[in-house]
């Protein structure tokens, strides 16, 4: 996890300042679970530059949001689900035998959907295992899921509609410097 590549201002810059959009939107308003917050962690993983300094970058930033909004019983698993998250970007960018713009749709397809169901179901199971609002039964779970069920398609959306336009952000416009180490 902790890469040899050389860390430059430039990527530490590029890198703190899409987290820091993607904090902001967490203000903004918007339909409940349509955040890009998943999409950040699925594409930082892949994006090239250092994952120990995307990991840092972009919880530092939202846990800093989380102590305005306020933390919350279950908390560790949302952040739990987004480091599954991470490593499910992680996982569909070590694929170098396909091109560029195949690892790119396969990114924003595939990691945005598992990156969405790892979502789901960790913090879903945090909110079952950390609270009192469900039965702390199989059925008291599975009624959980099931009350979920109506904020995931809204979840998988912005995910893959976050990860669409980082991945044609980073096709197009991002730094040489970002991408590559000096």
């Excluded at 810059?13 to 349509?34: E, K, M, Y």
């Excluded at 199989?138 to 995910?159: D, K, N, Q, R």
Aim: with cysteine; hydrophobic share 55%.
């Amino acid at each position: 996890m902790f890469s040899t590549q050389k860390i430059n201002p430039v990527m530490i810059l590029s890198l703190s300042a899409l987290s820091l959009l993607v904090v902001i939107s967490r203000f903004l308003p918007h339909p409940p679970n349509f955040t890009p917050v998943i999409a950040l962690f699925v594409f930082l993983a892949g994006v090239g530059a250092p994952l120990f300094l995307s990991l840092i970058i972009s919880f530092s930033l939202l846990i800093a949001s989380d102590a305005y909004f306020g933390f919350y019983d279950g908390i560790e698993y949302v952040y739990l689900s987004y480091f599954l998250s991470f490593l499910v970007g992680r996982l569909f960018s070590l694929n170098k035998t396909n091109s560029a713009l195949t690892r790119s749709l396969q990114n924003t397809v595939f990691g945005g959907v598992f990156g969405s169901l790892l979502f789901f179901v960790v913090s879903n199971f945090g909110v079952w295992k950390a609270t009192t609002m469900y039965a702390h039964t199989w059925e008291g779970l599975l009624t959980c899921y099931i009350m979920a069920l109506p904020y995931f398609h809204t979840t998988v959306i912005s995910t893959v509609i976050s990860l669409a336009v980082f991945n044609a952000l980073s096709a197009v416009k991002w730094p040489k410097a970002v991408l590559q180490a000096e």
